[in-house]
Structure formats: structure tokens, C-alpha cells
């Protein structure tokens, strides 16, 4: 059985920081590609930034590029996403997602998601 359990989010002041993790389970890393896509009220599930171990690629979404940092840690099964001077827009609930053949940016071409963890930044 696949799962991925995030953890790590909760209340940060603007310009704060925070390390979501993202534990799996049931699969290798090195077969997927590892997504991190956020969420709020209303919208469609973004994608923030994903990490393709097949084809050694690395993905941002444009607002986050500086900011969030995604990465590895093959010996834990586990992802992180590292992020730094958090803005209030960043409030959202944050999911992981897993993929065999992903199109990056499409949450429909993920195969595997966690629960998500909620973010909030105050300002």
C-alpha cells in the first residue's frame, strides 16, 4: 500500500519559514516524480514544484522560485519542501503527490497523494 503522510505546516508570520515533509511509503523515489501542490478555498490545486528523479529535472512555479526549496532524502523515503520568506498568498493547504508519468503542472497525472497540511501566514 502507497502513502504519503505531509507534515510540518501550521501558523508562520509573513516573512517566516517553514519545512514541510512529505514521508512515503510502498514506493521508490527513484521510479516517481514527486510533486508538491497547494490549495485554497475555491481554486484549482496548484502545483508549486516538483522533482523527477527519472529525468533528473526540477520544477518551480514562477511565485515560489527563490523562495521554496525541494528536496531528497532517498534514505528516508522522504521530501521536503523548504520554505523561506513567506508571503500571506502562500496560505493554503499543502499536499504532496507521487507519479509515474507525470505532466509537472497537472495534478490530474499524479498517482499517489497525501492528506495535506495546512499553511497560514499571518500578516
Known amino acids: 500500500e502507497v502513502q504519503l503522510v505531509e507534515s510540518g505546516g501550521g501558523l508562520v508570520p509573513a516573512g517566516g519559514s517553514l519545512r514541510l515533509s512529505c514521508a512515503i511509503s510502498?514506493?521508490?523515489?527513484?521510479?516517481?516524480?514527486i510533486g508538491w501542490f497547494r490549495q485554497v478555498p475555491g481554486k484549482e490545486r496548484e502545483a508549486v514544484s516538483c522533482?523527477?528523479?527519472?529525468?533528473?529535472?526540477?520544477y518551480y512555479e514562477e511565485s515560489v522560485r527563490g523562495r521554496f526549496t525541494i528536496t531528497l532524502d532517498n534514505a528516508k523515503n522522504t521530501v521536503y519542501q523548504q520554505i523561506n520568506s513567506l508571503k500571506p498568498e502562500d496560505t493554503a493547504v499543502y499536499y504532496c503527490?507521487?507519479?509515474?508519468?507525470?505532466?509537472?503542472?497537472?495534478?490530474?497525472?499524479?498517482?499517489?497523494w497525501g492528506q495535506g497540511t495546512q499553511v497560514t501566514v499571518s500578516s
Open positions: 503527490a507521487a507519479g509515474s508519468t507525470v505532466a509537472v503542472r497537472s495534478w490530474r497525472t499524479y498517482d499517489y
Open positions: 510502498g514506493l521508490t523515489l527513484d521510479d516517481y516524480a
Open positions: 522533482v523527477n528523479t527519472i529525468d533528473d529535472t526540477t
